[in-house]
């Protein structure tokens, strides 16, 4: 059973002001600057943005709301027999080592890689905070084999990354995060870009403009008491 009913601390209000959406620019960077404080990141989230550095260039920060935006409706997630198989092979939890998770999704070896220690640390303060989750993949040895981490406020879960180091260990956790949001009454998975890799999951591309819509809807939704998986 995975169980991640939490309500997290507050936040209070952030020094800094995003722009109205209405003055965002075309394209997928709407703001520069700013740091990485537990409120400057809700306050983001909550507002459709997500950070991410500017051509690796770590001191100055970069703020993104994609058009379209890649989501993964909860009841269009692609599980073929193969992967059903998978799951009898490994151990889904929640939150027993999101550092860990993290550190493995920064692995300098991957391309474009952009989770720096400045990252990890502030979504770790995210998490100790009760707003960042992970879903970690154990294998029948009891290693971590996979999992991924996001933002969680309300009924949308913002995912970050994934990785795996079994052959796939990450889409067996994408498995237990959709079970774990439909077990709370969640519905807004963000899933940023919506790459091959994902589509082939079921992920699909929407306007930035119904993406902001749907977020309206659904972030300050408190989630229903979480029912066995």
């Known amino acids: 059973m995975i169980d991640w009913y939490t309500t997290p601390q507050p936040v209070p209000p952030s020094r800094w002001a995003f722009r109205l959406p209405e003055q965002w620019p075309v394209h997928d960077l709407v703001a520069a600057g700013g740091d ?99 879903i970690e993949v154990f294998d029948e040895r009891q290693q971590l084999a996979g999992g991924l981490y996001g933002v969680k406020i309300g009924g949308l879960f913002a995912g970050e990354s994934m990785f795996s180091v079994q052959r796939d260990a990450s889409k067996v956790a994408l498995v237990g995060l959709v079970e774990a949001m439909r077990a709370t009454g969640m519905s807004l998975l963000d899933v940023q870009w919506c790459t091959p890799h994902l589509a082939s999951l079921g992920a699909i591309e929407i306007s930035r403009a119904d993406y902001l819509a749907r977020l309206a809807g659904v972030r300050d939704l408190a989630p229903n008491t979480p029912r066995p998986i």
């Open 36 to 134: 990485l404080a537990p409120s400057t990141l809700i306050g983001a989230y909550r507002q459709g943005i997500f950070p991410m550095h500017l051509d690796g260039d770590e001191p100055l920060l970069g703020w993104w709301s994609p058009d379209p935006r890649g989501i993964l409706p909860l009841d269009a997630l692609r599980v073929t027999r193969s992967l059903r198989q998978r799951l009898k092979h490994f151990t889904l939890r929640v939150d027993s080592c999101f550092r860990e998770v993290m550190t493995a999704c920064s692995d300098p070896r991957r391309p474009n890689g952009w989770i720096t220690p400045a990252f990890i640390d502030a979504y770790t303060h995210l998490h100790e905070l009760g707003w960042a989750h992970s």
